[in-house]
């Protein structure tokens, strides 16, 4: 399994946060929004990742990730012309996808809380289809909107209904088998002129091959791309740490808690940050 997080778009809706600064940069909290994207792929135990971005930002993202091979990860770097559509990203990452099956989080979307112990994705047939991560909210009408069939099969995906049928939308986070590669070419835009990821979702419903997944009651999702939710993703994360005392999104701490390395390379990658609050709640971890 590979992984894609799609950090591209204008980032209109935090504007003028975005002027001059992808928005997957933008904190959340003590850490860049992108460090949850990527965390919830490690804790999907996913290792190989290629990070679709603007041209004016690689050189960025590449700075920030020029150690990360020192996690256990192998992370490359794809250059998004112009937003065409969240399905792009399959057209972008082929190669990079070669024969594997791929799961893509867009680099906005924050998750906590997920029972990752029973989503195993290495356990996947090779030709499941497509899974869709699947949340219930209180106002479904600003979201893709699902309709379950079988408790597990979605039969339809309503795109910003006026009357939703259900409180369940699809999320950032959606797996998909190999095929997505051959799928996302029949695609044509929509009227906006994009590649829609709802479209790529109803090819699969009418193959009877799309999943959801539903995430438990105890976990969170927020879709970072506003400034209300940019800010209560950052309160969260403040009141949780400093409750609980652990570390939400941290690489380096999921890492180690997957094996991937171990504390006394921790220790290294650690001595090797500045003295402040993050790099000392670390330190605790080992």
């Known amino acids: 399994m590979k992984g894609i997080i799609l950090a591209g778009g204008f980032g209109t809706r935090l504007y003028p946060m975005t002027t001059n600064v992808s928005k997957q940069l933008l904190p959340i909290y003590d850490k860049p929004m992108i460090y949850y994207s990527i965390s919830t792929l490690m804790e999907l135990k996913i290792r190989e990742i290629l990070i679709i971005s603007s041209k004016n930002f690689i050189p960025i993202y590449k700075d920030i990730f020029k150690n990360f ?105 959606y797996v998909y088998d190999n095929t997505v590669v051959k799928n996302v070419k029949m695609l044509k835009p929509s009227k906006r002129g994009e590649l829609e990821i709802s479209d790529l979702n109803n090819l699969y419903i009418k193959q009877k091959k799309l999943e959801a997944v539903f995430l438990n009651s105890g976990s969170v999702w927020l879709d970072a791309g506003t400034a209300q939710d940019l800010l209560k993703a950052s309160h969260f994360v403040q009141t949780i740490q400093d409750r609980q005392k652990i570390l939400i999104g941290s690489p380096e701490a999921i890492a180690l808690k997957n094996g991937w390395i171990t504390k006394s390379e921790l220790k290294k990658i650690i001595n090797k940050m500045p003295k402040n609050e993050y790099s000392k709640n670390l330190l605790e971890i080992i």
């Open 69 to 173: 091979n020192n996690f256990g990860l192998k992370i490359l770097f794809k250059e998004q012309k112009y937003p065409n559509g969240i399905a792009e990203s399959f057209i972008i990452g082929k190669k990079f996808i070669g024969r594997d099956n791929v799961t893509l989080i867009l680099g906005d979307n924050f998750f906590y809380g997920i029972n990752y112990d029973k989503i195993d994705l290495t356990k996947l047939n090779k030709n499941f289809g497509a899974k869709i991560f699947t949340y219930k909210v209180n106002e479904p009408k600003n979201y893709g909107v699902i309709s379950i069939k079988n408790k597990e099969y979605v039969s339809k995906i309503e795109e910003k209904p006026r009357n939703p049928k259900s409180n369940f939308v699809a999320t950032g986070l």
